[in-house]
């Protein structure tokens, strides 16, 4: 402590200054949290406050490009949506097109011109197709695969995205077909015996091998079918047609087989016949008399002959895939033709056609396992360009291709628009997310106005008294001044 009436100590001045200059910072202080509106305008201020404000306002910067990001996704999956309706409409037109060409109405002249209509609409298709473009990225020529769009304010906060080619030789009937054809060898011996697959003409055929039949769609679904030796095709391809949710693939069944006449020597045919239903007995003096006799038992058996016009061959055909058993033939020769056709003869011959299993999609798929029923090993595409309705065959068979291109399109527009809503709904919750970081950000460094006004007011109040308490300090040193001679 200094003398008493020192003149050269002044401590009460030295205290009134100390107080002053911290009053000073204070005054700074709180008159920036005023004109700035925040609590925190440096690190020295709260440096933890500060290292969680810088924190916040990073995640805020980030979702907020995040929502721009998502919301020009939107945009461009809007584009591909509007191109593929467009697409969409085109394939309708084809699709009566192929209707109409397949009444049988037309003369070969017609024909032809609705053939040119249809190259020019599948040429636009192709059209849409490769001129489509968001931002110079083409979206539905088949290179926009696993693009990814960041929308979240982090690292791994994506949304992947892969558009299919939608060109016309890129979309259509993708098929796997049984190699058992529907038509030639009926195997057979005198005892029970069965005939099935691969109906190929001249050559033995073999039954179904069993075990599992297993479906791959072109996204890594897999269905699965467990096939037995003498199975069906129509049960087969129930079988399979329980995965096509998720598979896509589709089963048809047909039973078809051809088989020559020859008269028994007392003229006419005997033998027993079984499709569905009960076993029919074929007692007939003539080939159109058999055929006759089976159409007339259809209803029940779903089986159709077709009678060539010689009179010498049949086609029995069980449209929904049941197997066609023949068995009893006690008169007459019934055989395939070929050029060392096998003939089920008179007495215990049988024989059992299993038919032929189609599996079809809109998308590429392949077969597998165990079971062999002799599908390809992988489906083959039909594709829209191909389609030619000169013809009625081959408008019978456009009709088929563009349902399943129209399914390919259908399909690739609803994924766009599930990941269009996906987006969406992204936004909605980054918008929210935003929302209630700001508020924590506020939080944190936002002033409380009033209560820093007080604090000024009172910080103020403190400098005035502290500039009073140096003045009365100073006045009282110059006092001993005058106790000097």
């Not at 072109?218 to 096509?244: F, H, R």
């Not at 690739?412 to 924590?440: E, F, K, M």
């Amino acid at each position: 402590m200094s003398a008493v009436g020192s003149i050269l100590t002044n401590q009460g001045a030295l205290q009134a200054l100390q107080s002053i200059s911290n009053t000073s910072r204070t005054n700074s202080s709180l008159e920036s949290q005023l004109s700035s509106g925040l609590s925190i305008n440096s690190p020295a201020d709260n440096p933890a406050g500060y290292i969680t404000a810088q924190g916040f306002t990073s995640q805020l910067n980030g979702l907020t490009q995040a929502v721009s990001n998502a919301n020009q996704g939107v945009s461009l999956l809007q584009t591909a949506q509007g191109a593929l309706q467009q697409q969409i409409g085109v394939v309708q037109q084809l699709n009566s097109i192929a209707v109409q060409a397949a009444n049988g109405t037309q003369t070969p002249q017609e024909a032809q011109s609705l053939q040119n209509v249809v190259s020019q609409l599948t040429g636009q298709v192709s059209t849409i197709s490769t001129q489509t473009q968001f931002n110079n990225i083409n979206l539905l020529d088949g290179s926009f695969s696993g693009v990814q769009f960041q929308v979240g304010a982090n690292e791994g906060q994506t949304i992947n995205l892969s558009i299919g080619n939608t060109g016309a030789g890129a979309i259509g009937l993708n098929a796997s077909t049984a190699k058992f054809g529907t038509t030639g060898v009926f195997n057979s011996t005198n005892n029970a015996s069965s005939a099935s697959g691969a109906l190929t003409v001249g050559a033995a055929a073999a039954a179904y091998t069993a075990g599992a039949l297993k479906v791959t769609s072109n996204s890594g679904n897999t269905g699965s079918a467990t096939i037995t030796a003498s199975e069906s095709a129509k049960s087969i391809a129930a079988a399979v047609n329980l995965s096509t949710g998720s598979t896509g693939v589709a089963a048809q069944a047909s039973t078809s087989i051809t088989l020559s006449l020859t008269a028994g020597t007392s003229g006419g045919f005997q033998f027993a016949l079984q499709g569905s239903g009960n076993s029919q007995t074929i007692n007939a003096q003539s080939a159109a008399a058999l055929a006759s006799q089976i159409n007339g038992n259809t209803a029940t058996s779903g089986i159709t002959a077709t009678l060539n016009s010689a009179g010498t061959k049949v086609t029995l055909t069980q449209s929904q895939g049941n197997n066609i058993s023949i068995t009893g033939v006690s008169s007459g020769s019934l055989a395939t033709g070929g050029t060392t056709p096998q003939v089920l003869k008179t007495g215990a011959a049988s024989g059992v056609v299993q038919g032929q299993v189609q599996l079809q999609s809109s998308e590429a798929f392949s077969t597998g396992g165990t079971a062999n029923i002799g599908l390809n090993s992988a489906s083959t595409l039909t594709s829209l360009s191909a389609i030619n309705v000169s013809t009625v065959a081959g408008a019978n068979t456009a009709i088929n291709v563009v349902k399943f291109a129209l399914q390919g399109l259908n399909n690739q527009g609803g994924q766009l628009g599930a990941v269009q809503q996906r987006l969406q709904a992204n936004i909605n919750n980054l918008n929210t997310t935003s929302q209630n970081i700001t508020n924590a950000l506020g939080v944190v460094q936002d002033a409380n106005i009033p209560q820093v006004s007080n604090q000024l007011t009172q910080a103020q109040i403190q400098a005035q008294a502290g500039v009073a308490a140096l003045k009365s300090s100073t006045t009282l040193q110059q006092s001993f001044l005058s106790l000097l001679p």
